[in-house]
């Protein structure tokens, strides 16, 4: 029993003396510290790091923890894509597509819809802007709302809605900026790719999305009047840079704020992301021309109405075609072609199926349509391939201009 009290009793003097020793090293280490931090305090000032109070300023007293806090620090941001996008914003503008409603009472004007366009050219007091066809399409009126708040008239100077492009003109007095047009034939997979548009209207005005380039070569079949078969094959960029209705028209820009694409379209369903789409801005090049000139795109004339083999039943395959059985696609010629016509002229004739051009497979109409557009001018000539009583033919069709649609 007095062994465990012994025991205990020794413990706590050595315990005292312990801590008696630790009070003492702390006091002193207080001591020689404060004095190292009175000497240093000149030179932490002069540094920087400690802001000192001169005697007599306001707020020292009254105050004590007001240099406690960091001062209010300017950090200016800038980067790449920060100068891309300064470099091409006020180059987009918005578009307003107006109709005129006529009913019982009176007429009026009716706002259609609302979309993006980019400046791409300002000489002689008139500006000049790129945009989708579908943006300005079935509009009796067009405006263009500009960065600086101003809206203004804007003329149709051309379109096309195979292509989905149209050409605008304004008054250039109040255009400050001017898109630099780039080269979308020296795009990368993954480089990245800025969205600039008005996505659901002008409430949004200018927004900036940023992604990547997601695919070069991707085909979005058009159906131009709706009839259920596809008329166009449309050669887009993908990207997953956030496109949403309202940014049709606008600008995709590199990291250079050099346009790269025009944004037309996107996937929209549900569990669907990142699927947006622009036209390259090289075939936007080989078309705006067209449309300044001539307010509509120039294309080679064949001069049939084609109809895809696809849609055919394909009881008629055999029966009514007589195609033999390796043929799987086509494009059927569904009316006899005029008599002077390209296409009549070469002795084409209803009912016979295209399967190439120039040698090249020929699958359906958008494609024959596209191959016309992209590939021959008026004048040139051209090798069918074609079936006709199951037999494989050949001939040469001399094309020509195709009749304005104006």
């Known amino acids: 029993m007095g062994f465990y009290d ?21 006091i002193t280490s207080a001591v020689i510290g404060g004095m ?16 000192m109070v001169e005697p007599g300023t ?3 007293m009254s105050n004590p923890a007001a240099n406690l806090f960091a001062q209010p620090v300017s950090v200016e941001v800038t980067s790449a894509t920060v100068d891309a996008v300064e470099k091409t914003e006020d180059a987009v503008v918005g578009i307003i597509n107006t109709r005129r409603v006529v009913n019982w009472f009176n007429e009026e004007q009716v706002q259609r819809g609302e979309g993006s366009g980019v400046i791409f050219e300002n000489k002689n007091g008139k500006a000049h802007i790129i945009t989708n066809n579908h943006v300005i399409s079935g509009g009796s009126k067009i405006q263009v709302a500009l960065p600086n708040g101003d809206t203004v008239d804007a003329k149709v100077l051309g379109a096309d809605p195979f292509t989905d492009l149209a050409v605008l003109e304004i008054d250039g007095s109040k255009v400050k900026k001017v898109a630099e047009l780039g080269d979308s034939g020296t795009l990368k997979v993954g480089e990245p790719a800025i969205a600039i548009g008005n996505p659901l209207g002008l409430e949004f005005s200018r927004t900036v999305t940023q992604g990547i380039i997601s695919s070069l070569n991707r085909s979005m079949p058009v159906d131009i009047n709706e009839d259920g078969q596809d008329d166009w094959e449309l050669d887009v960029l993908q990207t997953d840079a956030a496109i949403n209705p309202g940014n049709s028209g606008g600008a995709l820009v590199n990291i250079k ?41 120039k294309r080679a004339y064949l001069g049939i109405e084609p109809y895809n083999l696809t849609s055919v039943p394909r009881y008629h ?20 072609p005029g008599r002077f016509s390209p296409a009549g002229k070469a002795d084409l004739r209803q009912y016979d199926v295209i399967v190439k ?45 195709q009749p304005s649609s104006n």
Not at 263 to 285: C, H, Q, R, W
């Open 317 to 336: 395959w055999k029966e009514t075609l007589n195609l033999p059985n390796d043929v799987k696609a086509g494009v059927v010629i569904s009316k006899q």
């Open 58 to 60: 306001a707020n020292a």
């Open 36 to 51: 190292v931090v009175l000497l240093m305090l000149p030179s932490l000032s002069k540094s920087g790091y400690i802001s």
């Open 6 to 26: 012994d025991m205990a009793q020794v413990e706590r003097k050595k315990r005292s003396n312990g801590i008696g020793r630790l009070v003492m090293t702390s």
């Open 257 to 297: 704020g050099q346009v790269i694409g025009i944004n037309t379209m996107k996937i929209s369903k549900t569990g669907v992301e990142g699927l947006g789409f622009a036209i390259p801005i090289n075939d936007v090049k080989k078309i705006v021309g067209d449309l300044m000139q001539y307010g509509e795109l």
């Open 357 to 401: 051009l120039d040698g090249k497979d020929i699958d359906n109409g958008a494609q024959l349509r596209k191959y016309l557009t992209l590939n021959k001018k008026p004048g040139e000539k051209m090798e069918v391939t074609f079936y006709r009583d199951g037999f494989m033919k050949t001939t040469t069709v001399t094309l020509e201009n």
